[in-house]
């Protein structure tokens, strides 16, 4: 069974710091690219940030560049993201997605809540 759950979310002030936590289970998940997205509410889902089955390349949006890193650990099945420098405007609902191109499939996790007080 594939399971995508995040996990690390909640409530911080604007200035502070959340690592989020994705892990991933019932698939080949070292050969999945790995990426998180957000929705606020009103909003669409956005990219924020893109890592490789590898880890050689990431990608961020512009406007998390520079305050949020994300990062993998294929021992662990986990891909994490970083975010410093937290405002209010990142506040929403982060969701991990797993996709494999050479297996034409992808996976989407349940989502955290993330919110930051002005």
């Known amino acids: 069974q594939v399971q995508v759950v995040e996990s690390g979310g909640g409530l911080v002030h604007s200035g502070g710091s959340l690592r989020l936590s994705c892990a991933g289970s019932?698939?080949?998940?070292?050969?999945?690219?790995m990426r998180w997205y957000r929705q606020a509410p009103g909003k669409e889902r956005e990219l924020v940030a893109h890592?490789?089955?590898?880890?050689?390349?990431?990608n961020y949006a512009d406007s998390v560049k520079g305050r949020f890193t994300i990062s993998r650990d294929n021992s662990k099945n986990t891909v994490y993201l970083q975010m410093n420098s937290l405002k209010p405007e990142d506040t929403a609902v982060y969701y991990c997605?797993?996709?494999?191109?050479?297996?034409?499939?992808?996976?989407w996790g349940q989502g955290t809540q993330v919110t930051v007080s002005s």
């Open positions: 997605y797993a996709r494999s191109d050479f297996y034409g499939f992808d996976h």
């Open positions: 019932g698939f080949s998940f070292s050969t999945y690219a």
């Open positions: 890592e490789t089955s590898a880890g050689g390349s990431r």
